[in-house]
């Protein structure tokens, strides 16, 4: 389900230059905003002169008006229908206490309407506003063109573009993620620092596998959440040739997680599989994990904390499914693709068309038997995002990489869940990951939303990132 975002919007005003533009564009803009799906909460005309900010009364009204609803504001619209008083709206703003992205917009000339009763010098305020913002220590986003027209169709890409920055960042704030199971000993590149994450906001809530299989022991088959969860499996991916108890221990699997997850408060997930989950419980937990994801509550295998974190970003910025795949294969002689790969927990979003199977890799070691639940299918042809955060023990920072490229059409004979890529100057890319010591994996999605989840993590969550373009 799609996230209503509510903004507060401050209306810029300034009495050298004419009132009635502050008037004709808060009501464009609420407007727009309206017509967008989108909640606002402003100053009215009975409080405030046209409902815009430009004394210090105002301001300090509308900052009193924004703490009332801080719970439900995403992100602040700052619009400059004239110059706009620059003091107000950085006072309104500080006076708010809201710790949420803010966009500035401001409303251009018509340079066959320059006279004095209708010159707007937005273009020239904007800069002001700027200027006060960064003083008073308040970050802060722009449009794409210094000046452009509420109801165009440039400000309707920067309002969507807006809004998954804010989606990101709310999303990113208070998040918890599950951690279910110990790091797998063959994988000391999903180490992480649960501390640093907490300092930015990000709660790690552990389980060990041993309370997953003793909660999975007191289940009957008969169990009302177990029997939920198997119609769901079946509804959800082709179970043909898939054994019933292989079914039932997936069933109760997810079970149990869901509940340990809706009990702890987590969205997202990261859950140990290799090979402790097909030794001593018969099943690998990928289906599980794909019909998380699915419905937008990430899942990363091997207990890749960090890698959940990756695709749930992408996620709250997109609305569509992530998946975490391996940056894995080279695919053959050209140097802009390659071949990502997962064995595979991808979310039914990924793929044209996808069937349960057996793990292919681990069946070698502990049994066919012991490896039914793969999602099995190429991943389809589109648009990709792609982006890793990772903690950094050493500077004590959040860093990552960002970047989009595309899934492609072709030839691939593999097996898991599996797609090629193209990246453009992607050796550039794969030289940075290595002297920079990034992980393996990598949280993609359908989408072109790198331009806003970099805003949100640079500017407003304080992390490194490097934007490859």
């Known amino acids: 389900?799609?996230?209503?975002?509510?903004?507060?919007?401050?209306?810029?005003?300034?009495?050298?230059?004419?009132?009635?533009?502050?008037?004709?564009?808060?009501?464009?803009?609420?407007?727009?905003?309206?017509?967008?799906?989108?909640?606002?909460?402003?100053?009215?005309?009975?409080?405030?002169?046209?409902?815009?900010?430009?004394?210090?009364?105002?301001?300090?009204?509308?900052?009193?008006?924004?703490?009332?609803?801080?719970?439900?504001?995403?992100?602040?619209?700052?619009?400059?229908?004239?110059?706009?008083?620059?003091?107000?709206?950085?006072?309104?703003?500080?006076?708010?206490?809201?710790?949420?992205?803010?966009?500035?917009?401001?409303?251009?000339?018509r340079r066959d309407d320059m006279k004095i009763s209708d010159r707007r010098d937005s273009f020239c305020g904007k800069m002001s506003a700027c200027n006060n913002l960064m003083q008073y220590g308040i970050p802060y986003s722009i449009t794409g063109l210094h000046t452009v027209a509420?109801?165009?169709?440039?400000?309707?890409?920067?309002?969507?573009?807006?809004?998954?920055?804010?989606?990101?960042?709310?999303?990113?704030?208070?998040?918890?993620?599950?951690?279910?199971?110990?790091?797998?000993?063959?994988?000391?590149?999903?180490?992480?620092?649960?501390?640093?994450?907490?300092?930015?906001?990000?709660?790690?809530?552990?389980?060990?596998?041993?309370?997953?299989?003793g909660r999975i022991a007191k289940l009957s088959d008969n169990d009302d959440a177990v029997q939920a969860k198997l119609a769901a499996i079946n509804a959800y991916v082709a179970t043909k040739g898939i054994p019933a108890q292989a079914l039932m221990k997936m069933s109760k699997l997810g079970a149990v997680i869901d509940g340990w997850m809706q009990q702890t408060h987590c969205k997202v997930s990261a859950i140990q599989c290799w090979t402790s989950m097909e030794e001593y419980f018969g099943v690998v937990p990928c289906t599980v994990m794909s019909m998380m994801s699915e419905n937008l509550f990430s899942s990363a295998c091997e207990t890749d904390v960090c890698g959940t974190l990756s695709m749930y970003a992408l996620a709250l910025a997109s609305e569509t499914p992530s998946a975490l795949l391996d940056w894995n294969n080279n695919y053959g002689e050209d140097p802009d693709k390659a071949v990502c790969f997962h064995c595979s927990n991808l979310p039914k979003h990924f793929f044209a068309d996808v069937v349960m199977d057996f793990q292919a890799i681990i069946a070698g070691t502990v049994g066919k038997e012991n490896t039914f639940g793969t999602c099995v299918g190429r991943v389809k042809a589109g648009a990709m995002s792609y982006v890793r955060f990772s903690t950094d023990d050493y500077s004590g920072k959040i860093r990552g990489y960002i970047g989009e490229g595309e899934f492609t059409n072709d030839p691939l004979e593999t097996f898991g869940g599996a797609g090629v890529v193209k990246i453009p100057h992607l050796q550039k890319l794969l030289r940075y990951i290595c002297e920079k010591g990034f992980e393996h994996h990598v949280a993609a999605n359908f989408s072109q939303v790198a331009s806003p989840v970099y805003e949100a993590a640079t500017r407003y969550l304080g992390w490194e990132m490097h934007h490859h373009q």
């Open 150 to 213: 509420p109801n165009s169709a440039a400000f309707a890409k920067d309002l969507e573009w807006f809004s998954a920055v804010c989606r990101v960042v709310d999303g990113l704030r208070n998040l918890r993620i599950g951690a279910i199971g110990a790091r797998p000993a063959a994988f000391n590149t999903v180490r992480y620092s649960e501390k640093l994450l907490e300092r930015n906001g990000i709660s790690v809530e552990t389980l060990d596998l041993s309370e997953i299989m």
């Open 1 to 109: 389900m799609k996230k209503q975002l509510t903004f507060g919007m401050i209306v810029g005003n300034r009495g050298f230059f004419p009132d009635h533009l502050a008037k004709e564009g808060r009501e464009e803009m609420l407007g727009v905003l309206t017509n967008a799906g989108i909640k606002v909460i402003a100053l009215t005309p009975e409080e405030s002169k046209y409902g815009a900010v430009e004394t210090h009364d105002e301001a300090i009204r509308c900052g009193e008006l924004f703490r009332k609803h801080r719970d439900e504001i995403d992100g602040i619209i700052v619009t400059l229908p004239n110059f706009g008083d620059e003091r107000g709206i950085a006072d309104a703003i500080r006076y708010s206490t809201l710790k949420v992205p803010v966009l500035v917009q401001a409303t251009p000339d």
